[in-house]
């Protein structure tokens, strides 16, 4: 079992999504070593405080942004090994950045633990302000995301000539704290604003 905790707050907090990121298609269920990983993840409720999550303009999935008195629902997943976090890394791709950040378990109010996260980063121009809905997604849309799905070429592709499936990649699983990822974002919207970028 990996000790890599996670907040998902859109497709991946469909398991079968997780999964399928994760440790392949059709692998759980049927492969008794990826069956056996994926029953070592935790799943519980959870809330991330001062963002807002939005539907990204003409697709499936949504971003979260940084934004006071605002909260995401979503899931905290205990149990991830590095190697996973390096599949959902090449998964998120270059629209979001992975950063820590704590989270609320609510069946333990008060009890915040650190978690990672996708900021999405490609801009709020591309969100649309329509909160996006966990709900309508399974319902309307995840028919999308089966094992055959165009959403998971790339991480197929990174590890198409891996026997490990990425478990035996050494990848830079360094993260921002959310201070530094906000200092960081606060500075490049600074320099696009004095023209030095």
């Known amino acids: 079992m990996g000790d890599r905790t996670a907040f998902f707050y859109g497709t991946l907090m469909a398991p079968e999504v997780l ?5 392949g298609p059709g692998t759980v269920g049927k492969d008794p ?15 991330l405080h001062d963002y807002c999550r939005h539907r990204v303009r003409q697709c499936d999935y949504p971003g979260i942004v940084a934004e006071n008195g605002h909260n995401v629902r979503g899931t905290y997943v205990a149990g991830l090994t590095d190697g996973d976090i390096h599949r959902l890394d090449i998964f998120e791709g270059d629209e979001y950045r992975r ?33 996006w809905s966990y709900e309508e997604f399974r319902r309307d849309k995840m028919h999308r995301w089966a094992d055959n799905s165009n959403e998971y070429q790339e991480v197929d592709e990174a590890f198409e000539d891996d026997p490990t499936g990425g ?31």
């Not at 999964?19 to 440790?23: D, E």
């Not at 990649?169 to 030095?196: F, P």
């Open 19 to 23: 999964h399928r990121v994760c440790y």
């Open 99 to 131: 950063i820590e950040v704590k989270v609320e378990l609510p069946k333990e109010a008060g009890n915040f633990v650190q978690a990672e996260t996708y900021l999405y980063t490609a801009g709020e121009r591309k969100l649309e302000k329509k909160e």
């Open 167 to 197: 478990r035996g990649v050494k990848a830079d699983t360094s993260v921002k704290t959310d201070k530094e990822a906000k200092e960081e974002a606060e500075e490049e919207e600074r320099d696009v604003l004095n023209g030095a970028v």
């Open 33 to 47: 070593a990826k069956t056996y990983l994926a029953s070592q993840l935790s799943f519980q409720p959870a809330i």
